[in-house]
Protein backbone atom coordinates (compact mmCIF):
# COMPACT_ATOMS: atom_id res chain seq x y z
CA UNK A 1 0.00 0.00 0.00
CA UNK A 2 1.08 3.35 -0.90
CA UNK A 3 0.47 6.50 1.52
CA UNK A 4 0.08 9.70 -0.94
CA UNK A 5 0.01 13.38 1.15
CA UNK A 6 -0.52 16.21 -1.30
CA UNK A 7 0.35 19.98 -0.17
CA UNK A 8 0.48 23.27 -1.69
CA UNK A 9 -3.35 24.28 -2.30
CA UNK A 10 -3.87 27.86 -1.65
CA UNK A 11 -6.17 30.86 -3.00
CA UNK A 12 -4.22 32.82 -6.08
CA UNK A 13 -5.01 35.43 -8.81
CA UNK A 14 -5.35 34.09 -12.15
CA UNK A 15 -1.93 34.60 -13.69
CA UNK A 16 0.35 34.04 -11.02
CA UNK A 17 2.09 30.37 -9.99
CA UNK A 18 1.92 28.11 -7.51
CA UNK A 19 3.41 24.54 -7.02
CA UNK A 20 1.98 21.46 -5.53
CA UNK A 21 3.84 18.94 -4.23
CA UNK A 22 3.10 15.26 -3.06
CA UNK A 23 5.07 12.96 -1.05
CA UNK A 24 4.44 9.27 -1.13
CA UNK A 25 5.60 6.35 1.56
CA UNK A 26 4.98 2.65 2.17
CA UNK A 27 6.84 0.10 3.70
CA UNK A 28 7.24 -2.06 0.62
CA UNK A 29 7.45 1.02 -1.99
CA UNK A 30 9.65 1.50 -4.70
CA UNK A 31 8.70 4.25 -6.73
CA UNK A 32 10.53 2.95 -9.33
CA UNK A 33 8.19 0.63 -10.45
CA UNK A 34 5.67 3.55 -10.63
CA UNK A 35 3.86 5.83 -12.51
CA UNK A 36 2.12 9.02 -10.46
CA UNK A 37 -0.17 11.16 -11.59
CA UNK A 38 -2.04 14.27 -10.59
CA UNK A 39 -5.94 14.76 -11.34
CA UNK A 40 -8.71 17.50 -9.79
CA UNK A 41 -11.92 17.71 -9.64
CA UNK A 42 -13.52 20.92 -10.86
CA UNK A 43 -17.06 22.29 -9.79
CA UNK A 44 -19.82 20.24 -11.94
CA UNK A 45 -17.31 17.85 -13.43
CA UNK A 46 -15.70 14.04 -12.73
CA UNK A 47 -12.19 13.22 -11.61
CA UNK A 48 -10.03 15.06 -14.24
CA UNK A 49 -6.83 14.24 -15.44
CA UNK A 50 -4.14 16.77 -15.17
CA UNK A 51 -0.56 15.11 -15.94
CA UNK A 52 1.41 11.66 -15.51
CA UNK A 53 5.07 10.88 -14.55
CA UNK A 54 6.59 7.97 -14.92
CA UNK A 55 9.53 7.61 -12.49
CA UNK A 56 10.87 4.64 -14.29
CA UNK A 57 11.51 6.34 -17.76
CA UNK A 58 10.54 9.96 -16.69
CA UNK A 59 8.58 10.37 -19.17
CA UNK A 60 5.61 12.66 -18.62
CA UNK A 61 2.33 13.05 -20.15
CA UNK A 62 -0.34 16.41 -19.96
CA UNK A 63 -3.80 17.02 -20.48
CA UNK A 64 -4.31 19.55 -23.43
CA UNK A 65 -5.68 22.30 -20.90
CA UNK A 66 -2.72 22.48 -19.38
CA UNK A 67 -0.01 21.94 -21.35
CA UNK A 68 2.65 24.53 -21.72
CA UNK A 69 1.92 26.46 -18.17
CA UNK A 70 1.79 23.49 -15.62
CA UNK A 71 4.60 21.17 -15.42
CA UNK A 72 5.24 17.87 -13.23
CA UNK A 73 8.71 17.11 -11.88
CA UNK A 74 10.26 14.99 -9.34
CA UNK A 75 12.89 14.61 -6.30
CA UNK A 76 14.07 11.30 -6.03
CA UNK A 77 15.60 11.59 -3.05
CA UNK A 78 12.64 12.57 -1.27
CA UNK A 79 9.92 10.41 -3.09
CA UNK A 80 7.77 13.81 -3.79
CA UNK A 81 6.26 14.31 -7.38
CA UNK A 82 5.88 18.05 -7.85
CA UNK A 83 3.16 20.20 -10.07
CA UNK A 84 4.07 23.62 -11.11
CA UNK A 85 1.43 25.39 -12.05
CA UNK A 86 1.83 28.45 -13.57
CA UNK A 87 -0.24 31.24 -15.45
CA UNK A 88 -2.86 29.56 -13.85
CA UNK A 89 -6.63 30.37 -14.93
CA UNK A 90 -10.35 30.46 -13.05
CA UNK A 91 -11.03 27.03 -14.26
CA UNK A 92 -7.90 25.82 -12.91
CA UNK A 93 -10.17 25.79 -9.80
CA UNK A 94 -10.76 22.77 -8.16
CA UNK A 95 -9.66 19.85 -5.27
CA UNK A 96 -6.28 18.65 -7.02
CA UNK A 97 -5.48 14.66 -5.82
CA UNK A 98 -2.04 12.82 -6.30
CA UNK A 99 -2.49 9.12 -7.43
CA UNK A 100 -0.13 6.31 -7.92
CA UNK A 101 0.18 2.35 -9.65
CA UNK A 102 2.56 -0.10 -10.30
CA UNK A 103 2.90 0.55 -13.71
CA UNK A 104 5.44 2.17 -16.40
CA UNK A 105 3.86 3.72 -18.84
CA UNK A 106 1.45 6.89 -17.67
CA UNK A 107 -2.01 6.90 -18.12
CA UNK A 108 -4.84 9.32 -18.44
CA UNK A 109 -7.73 6.97 -16.99
CA UNK A 110 -8.38 7.41 -13.40
CA UNK A 111 -9.51 4.71 -12.25
CA UNK A 112 -6.42 2.74 -13.48
CA UNK A 113 -4.74 4.45 -9.94
CA UNK A 114 -4.50 2.28 -7.00
CA UNK A 115 -3.73 4.60 -4.64
CA UNK A 116 -5.02 8.12 -3.77
CA UNK A 117 -4.01 11.12 -1.29
CA UNK A 118 -6.82 13.74 0.27
CA UNK A 119 -6.56 16.42 -2.13
CA UNK A 120 -5.38 20.07 -1.85
CA UNK A 121 -7.80 22.66 -2.60
CA UNK A 122 -6.23 25.45 -5.43
CA UNK A 123 -8.53 28.08 -5.65
CA UNK A 124 -7.65 30.96 -8.84
CA UNK A 125 -9.47 33.89 -8.25
CA UNK A 126 -10.28 36.36 -11.78
Known amino acids: QVQLVESGGMLVQAGSSLRLSCAAS??????????MGWFRRTPGKEREFVAA????????DYADSVKGRFTISRDNAKNTMYLQMDSVKPEDTGVYYC?????????????????WGQGTQVTVSS
Open 53 to 60: LSWHSGSA
Open 26 to 35: GRTFRIYDYV
Open 99 to 115: AADRRLVPVRNPSRYDS
